[in-house]
């Protein structure tokens, strides 16, 4: 683990949040819900001002805070953008999120960027090259981040050990932790037919600091993660054996597509609230 500390940062709870979307930015403000936190997409606010910075200036002074990144492609094999990471670091500095996190994937190749979070082949290499690149993150943002999994739809046949072994090596080695997404764990699942529980019980639970919630879609005999979609009975099934392993998680609700009124996200969230409450309950001593 890294030694990096903030006592400025305000701590995100073990409680269930929202993704922050720019439909939902006026009435968020308005209504102020009883929700724990808010996560929002480093990308959208790299601009020097605007409605996007306003707002979540103003929700900041309300809500714990996290920053989830989209762009960086820790996995791509170009190096990784200064200017980029320039700009993360600024807005973690004016914000102290809780916790920051990114991707285990890649995005980038030879100048071209793709709008998809590309799986990696799990070998040695590729973990040498990750763990290095996350370090040059940590570093530069003098704090420590989180790496999540990704949802995928192919697998590497160069690949030497399986996702979930990937990742936990990438957590103890390069000190970050994780954010454990449970609906790319069961979209992963059934697309390459592996158990999910098998990945949810390789995990160190003092690893995980996160996890996130979402919808996917069915094409053909391929889910897709869209986050366009309540979530579904076996996604929360296996949320429940995750909380079970893990103990209670700042849990976000995301939605990016077809994005519903913000009524209908809260009630995913009061779900998840529900779970974590009963979890917690669960592992309280008794009197």
């Known amino acids: 683990m890294t030694g990096f500390a903030d006592s400025a940062i305000t701590p995100i709870p073990a409680q269930s949040g929202i993704g922050l ?41 309300h809500y714990p805070l996290s ?12 190096p990784l953008s200064q200017l980029h990471l320039d700009k993360l670091k600024s807005l973690c500095e004016r914000f102290e999120p809780g916790l920051v996190s990114e991707h285990l994937c890649w995005n980038a190749y030879a100048g071209q960027y793709h709008n998809d979070l590309l799986p990696l082949p799990y070998t040695e290499e590729a973990l040498t090259h990750v763990c290095e690149r996350i370090a040059q993150v940590q570093d530069t943002l003098r704090r420590q981040i989180l790496i999540e999994n990704v949802s995928s739809y192919l697998e590497f046949s160069a690949s030497t050990m399986p996702e979930w072994e990937f990742l936990q090596e990438v957590s103890q080695r390069a000190g970050c932790g994780i954010l454990l997404d449970i609906n790319n764990i069961y979209v992963s699942a059934c697309n390459h037919d592996f158990a999910a529980r098998d990945y949810l019980h390789a995990i160190s639970p003092h690893c995980v600091q996160e996890i996130h919630l979402a919808g996917f879609e069915q094409r053909n005999d391929v889910l897709v993660d ?14 429940r054996d995750a909380l079970a392993r893990f103990g209670p998680r700042p849990t976000l609700i995301e939605w990016d597509n077809d994005i519903p ?3 209908i996200l809260l009630g995913e969230a009061q779900t998840a609230q529900k779970l974590l409450q009963q979890d917690h309950e669960q592992l309280a001593p008794a009197n």
């Open 226 to 239: 869209t986050h366009s979609r309540p979530i579904c009975d076996a996604v929360w099934t296996l949320y």
């Open 261 to 263: 009124e913000l009524t």
């Open 21 to 61: 979307r720019s439909v939902h930015y006026r009435e968020l403000l308005d209504t102020l819900p009883r929700i724990g936190w808010l996560e929002a997409h480093s990308e959208n606010y790299f601009g020097a001002g605007g409605q996007p910075l306003f707002y979540l200036e103003a929700l900041r002074h």
């Open 67 to 78: 920053l989830h990144g989209v762009g960086l492609g820790i996995g791509s094999p170009q």
